[in-house]
């Protein structure tokens, strides 16, 4: 989506390590306007008939999530980040490892909220390792609901957790695909 | 808010110790465009001509916050939980205590984000202890911005964080607010 793609460049920063900092209008501050584009453009690209369900998980993917949700007119649920030793019972769980805080967390849904009568897009943020992503297609497959999509909005292709769920058969659409990001800037694939 | 009152009654739980579960349509699963309605009570209730940001903390209350913002055209901002020994530089921060999770955690956010020329409507899901929106009120304060006013969907009356801060002169609007919840149901006041 070329107009994601100009805004990572006109407003995006590469810090060391290849992190990639849109805190402008992603994921601190966030241009909740332009994110009702984003979900246009994923309603065009997935096939939304019969959608019950969005999914994401917290923090970062709710206020994208929320948005998507209000314009498709269904609900969304964001899976909770919740310490190992502190789970209640009739609840999914999934065990992720975040390499952005180096530490595992394991991601809750409730499982009232989610059953096998539902459809399932998952949206969230960033796509980098797959992991948040992985937690959740888990959640969607323990309550034996059905998996419409992915829909992400900025996908780091270097690290290839996107890669591996479209190898596995997932349908992942990220809006903006990232090659490179260096001292040279952004190269989209 | 009578829409949202009856909302409670009808799909909220009462948990030992006064917990309140709304999971339902306000903080796992999310209804967005009840939302929506929570939105525009709020602009009933508030002044929000020259508004220019909407402030919450993650992350429940960013569905909320989320869909203020869409409705109003002007960005939000996430203050994002941290530990106390991993912050970066250029941030507002401000050391909170979580009743509900037993720990102190900083709220930061970005001093690129929020500035002497912002007018800021604080939005969250709950206020019980009023810790959480005490510590966004300090980073409005830290920014010299202008604080509009201080949007809660839920309030537990009963835990006098919303007295306190009416009691200091900040205008707080809570579309519910909750004075007991036991075994014999919900009143408000």
Same mark, same amino acid.
């Given at each position: 989506?070329?107009?994601?793609?100009?805004?990572?460049?006109?407003?995006?920063?590469?810090?060391?390590?290849?992190?990639?900092?849109?805190?402008?209008?992603?994921?601190?501050?966030?241009?909740?306007?332009?994110?009702?584009?984003? &979900?246009?453009?994923?309603? @065009?690209?997935?096939?939304?008939?019969?959608?019950?369900?969005? !999914?994401? &998980?917290?923090?970062?993917?709710?206020?994208?999530?929320?948005?998507?949700?209000? @314009?498709?007119?269904?609900?969304?649920?964001?899976?909770?980040?919740?310490?190992?030793?502190?789970?209640?019972?009739?609840?999914?769980?999934?065990?992720?490892?975040?390499?952005?805080?180096?530490?595992?967390?394991?991601?809750?849904?409730?499982?009232?909220?989610?059953?096998?009568?539902?459809?399932?897009?998952?949206?969230?943020?960033?796509?980098?390792?797959?992991?948040?992503?992985?937690?959740?297609?888990?959640?969607?497959?323990?309550?034996?609901?059905? !998996? !419409?999509?992915?829909?992400?909005?900025?996908?780091?292709?270097?690290?290839?957790?996107?890669?591996?769920? @479209?190898?596995?058969?997932?349908?992942?659409?990220?809006?903006?695909?990232?090659?490179?990001?260096?001292?040279?800037?952004?190269?989209?694939?």
């Amino acid at each position: 989506m070329q107009a994601l793609k100009n805004r990572i460049i006109r407003e995006g920063r590469i810090l060391p390590g290849n992190i990639i900092k849109v805190d402008g209008f992603l994921n601190h501050q966030v241009d909740t306007r332009f994110l009702g584009e984003l &979900a246009d453009e994923f309603a @065009r690209r997935f096939d939304l008939s019969g959608v019950t369900k969005i !999914l994401t &998980a917290e923090a970062s993917g709710i206020a994208l999530a929320a948005i998507c949700s209000y @314009r498709y007119g269904v609900p969304m649920i964001f899976a909770k980040k919740a310490k190992s030793d502190n789970i209640e019972g009739g609840l999914y769980q999934s065990e992720i490892f975040s390499y952005t805080y180096r530490k595992k967390t394991t991601l809750i849904c409730s499982m009232e909220r989610l059953t096998a009568e539902d459809k399932v897009l998952i949206i969230d943020d960033f796509l980098a390792n797959g992991q948040a992503i992985r937690g959740l297609v888990d959640i969607v497959k323990q309550a034996g609901a059905e !998996l !419409l999509g992915i829909g992400i909005a900025v996908e780091k292709g270097f690290q290839h957790g996107g890669d591996g769920l @479209r190898e596995d058969g997932y349908h992942v659409e990220s809006l903006a695909i990232i090659e490179q990001a260096d001292e040279n800037g952004f190269v989209f694939r």
